[in-house]
């Protein structure tokens, strides 16, 4: 059974365990930022078995959502978790904002299929000289 919650501090050891699978994510965001963003953020996680499966780490601008971190565990992708919370998100009616590290073929095409739009790209966005993939969804 699935069940949503929003994250705390307590859920930071299991997010980490999802992350080791995505180490780009990692080296980007220090612990203490990740202490920082659930503090000051919102966040909706979907849980299995007392487990978090997906996260969506989000800013609320008040007329608009901004993704700030969104990942799946690696054992429970391609299991529709993150499109059950991003129409989670989508169901406010607010305009959505996320990027995708270019090249991340399954999430652009999720990001699509939810009707996200690509709206800019920004050239050599990350440390590795990737380019980052800005997209956005509008009710």
Do not use: C
């Not at 299991?79 to 129409?87: A, T, V």
Request: aromatic share 10%; hydrophobic share 35%; net charge neutral.
């Amino acid at each position: 059974m699935n069940s949503t919650r929003s994250l705390s501090a307590q859920d930071l050891s299991g997010l980490q365990k999802i992350l080791e699978a995505y180490p780009h994510e990692l080296e980007t965001w220090s612990f203490q930022a990740w202490l920082e963003a659930l503090e000051k953020s919102q966040s909706i996680a979907l849980e299995q078995e007392g487990q978090v499966r997906a996260f969506i780490l989000y800013e609320d601008r008040g007329h608009e959502l901004e993704v700030l971190q969104l990942a799946t565990h690696p054992q429970f992708t391609g299991q529709g978790l993150m499109s059950q919370l991003i129409r989670q998100l989508q169901s406010r009616g607010l305009p959505l904002h996320l990027e995708v590290k270019e090249g991340n073929i399954r999430a652009t095409k999720l990001y699509k299929d939810l009707n996200f739009q690509l709206v800019r790209k920004r050239e050599r966005y990350y440390k590795d000289g990737t380019s980052a993939l800005i997209f956005t969804w509008k009710p």
